[in-house]
């Protein structure tokens, strides 16, 4: 499972299928072009009133540095824009620089910090903004 390999806090089965089901998701799945069956990443969030919450994105490792977190972080920010997010929002671990450097390359800017975030590993998260264009497939990033 992609979510063991990419993070020190795997969510419980339970709850990554709670997050597909719940009414509000946004999430996209990257499959393999010639194997449909073959998940590379995810991303995985909810739209809530106005606001879109990104809670995972992960690529599995054997495909990272491809682009596709990239394409799956832009194309859940356009449709959450179509669908009228004005912002979009996610933590980072403080430690994470390839994941930092993605959400800036993205348009994203720091918000805030929420200190002692993660309770593995007792990291810092950074809060990170994005700011969408509500109705429009279009995002500052």
Request: net charge neutral; charged share 20%.
């Amino acid at each position: 499972m992609i979510d063991r390999l990419c993070f020190i806090d795997p969510w419980l089965t339970r709850s990554l299928i709670q997050e597909l089901d719940a009414p509000c998701a946004l999430n996209h799945v990257a499959v393999c072009p010639d194997d449909t069956s073959r998940v590379l990443g995810f991303c995985l969030g909810r739209v809530i009133a106005d606001e879109y919450t990104i809670h995972r994105l992960a690529v599995h490792p054997d495909v990272q540095r491809r682009g596709i977190a990239d394409r799956l972080l832009r194309s859940c920010m356009k449709h959450a824009a179509r669908i009228g997010a004005m912002n979009c929002f996610i933590e980072v671990r403080a430690g994470n620089a390839a994941a930092l450097g993605l959400y800036e390359t993205c348009g994203f800017n720091t918000a805030g910090m929420r200190g002692a975030y993660y309770r593995v590993g007792n990291e810092d998260a950074v809060l990170m903004l994005c700011a969408l264009v509500p109705g429009t497939s279009h995002c500052t990033c």
